[in-house]
Nanobody
Framework: VQLQASGGGLVQPGGSLRLSCAAS????????VSWYRQAPGKERAWVAT???????KYEDSVKGRSAISRDNAKNTVYLQLTSLQPEDTAVYYC?????????WGQGTQVTVSS
C-alpha cells in the first residue's frame, strides 16, 4: 500500500485548506491514520489521528480548528485546516498504521503567508 498526500499550497492567514491522503489499497484496513507536520528546522510532530472506529484525536494547537475524516469508498483520509496561521507552515505527512505495517506518504507543503 502507498499513500499519496495532496492539497497543500499557499494560503493567507485565516484561510483554510483540505489535505488529502489517498491510499492505493483499502485504507479501512489500517488501525489508524494520522497526520504529522514538520516545520522548517523542527522535528516532525503529530497533528491528528482517526481510528478504524471513527474516533479522532487532535494535537492541542489544532484542536477546534481542524477536522480529520475518512472516506472508505475513496480510500482517502482528509485533514481540514481552518483559521490557518503562519506557525502552521510545514510539510504535512500522513501515516497509516497496523501492528504489521507502517506506511508514510510523501508530504505536501502548506505555507501560510500574506
Amino acid at each position: 500500500v502507498q499513500l499519496q498526500a495532496s492539497g497543500g499550497g499557499l494560503v493567507q492567514p485565516g484561510g483554510s485548506l483540505r489535505l488529502s491522503c489517498a491510499a492505493s489499497g483499502r485504507i479501512s484496513s489500517f488501525t489508524y491514520v494520522s497526520w504529522y507536520r514538520q516545520a522548517p528546522g523542527k522535528e516532525r510532530a503529530w497533528v491528528a489521528t482517526i481510528y478504524t472506529n471513527g474516533d479522532t484525536k487532535y494535537e492541542d494547537s489544532v484542536k477546534g480548528r481542524s477536522a480529520i475524516s475518512r472516506d472508505n469508498a475513496k480510500n482517502t483520509v482528509y485533514l481540514q485546516l481552518t483559521s490557518l496561521q503562519p506557525e502552521d507552515t510545514a510539510v504535512y505527512y500522513c501515516k497509516a498504521w497496523t501492528h504489521r505495517l507502517t506506511v508514510w506518504g510523501q508530504g505536501t507543503q502548506v505555507t501560510v503567508s500574506s
